[in-house]
């Protein structure tokens, strides 16, 4: 059974951090390519960042370009989400996302998790 839960998440202010993480297990982690999401109540889910099986390629959505990191442990099982500069515009549910295919920044990921929340305050 696949089990995908992140963590990390939390209240914080404007122009902080947080660094958010993401355990997958029931499948082979490092044959995986994962993915960052994100929805704010009333939008929907948006790509934020992804990374594929070996983490030598990452994208990124333009809205978080130079501000967010995303990297791997795959011999930890764990997807990382480092996030400077944060923005109020950053609040939202941020869920972490498997899938064995390359869907990038599309929402067509096979395994989710229930998702963490970060709040920015201005």
């Known amino acids: 059974q696949v089990q995908v839960v992140e963590s990390g998440g939390g209240l914080v202010q404007a122009g902080g951090s947080l660094r958010l993480s993401c355990t997958a297990s029931?499948?082979?982690?490092?044959?995986?390519?994962m993915g960052w999401f994100r929805q704010a109540p009333g939008k929907e889910r948006e790509g934020v960042s992804c990374i594929i099986s070996s983490g030598t390629i990452t994208y990124y959505a333009a809205f978080v370009r130079g501000r967010f990191t995303v990297s791997r442990d795959n011999a930890k099982n764990t997807l990382y989400l480092q996030m400077n500069s944060l923005k109020p515009e950053d609040t939202a549910m941020y869920y972490c996302a498997a899938d064995w295919r390359r869907w990038y920044l599309r929402p067509n990921y096979k395994y989710w998790g229930q998702g963490t929340q970060v709040t920015v305050s201005s």
């Open positions: 029931g499948l082979s982690f490092d044959a995986y390519a």
